[in-house]
Nanobody
Framework: QVQLVESGGGLVQPGGSLRLSCAAS????????MGWYRQAPGKQREAVAL???????HYSDSVKGRFTLSRDNAKNAVYLQMSNLKPEDTAVYSC????????????WGQGTQVTVSS
């Protein structure tokens, strides 16, 4: 049983920063691609940032230069540092992980709310 445990969401003023953390637990689980998706009310879910086990990152155009994704392979964990936050970043952010050895197996966290408002 693989679980993704998230932390770090909350309310922040425009221009502020937040750090999201996500750790995957489960015996013998090795994560391949990990990252974060988000979904705002009335909008489709979008990939915010993804990272491979080798550390190659991909960011959506809307967050490039403001968000930084990193990972700790030993802990099956990822960290999303969000800076210069904007109201349009408000959404539920969900952690994502893919099984390294069976890419069809994917997992999601429960979601954490990020609200950017003055």
């Amino acid at each position: 049983q693989v679980q993704l445990v998230e932390s770090g969401g909350g309310l922040v003023q425009p221009g502020g920063s937040l750090r999201l953390s996500c750790a995957a637990s489960g015996s013998r689980f090795s994560a391949g691609v990990m990252g974060w998706y988000r979904q705002a009310p009335g909008k489709q879910r979008e990939a915010v940032a993804l990272i491979t086990i080798e550390g190659i990152t991909h960011y959506s155009d809307s967050v490039k230069g403001r968000f930084t994704l990193s990972r700790d392979n030993a802990k099956n964990a990822v960290y999303l540092q969000m800076s210069n936050l904007k109201p349009e970043d408000t959404a539920v952010y969900s952690c994502y992980a893919q099984n390294l050895f069976r890419v069809s197996d994917t997992y999601w966290g429960q979601g954490t709310q990020v609200t950017v408002s003055s």
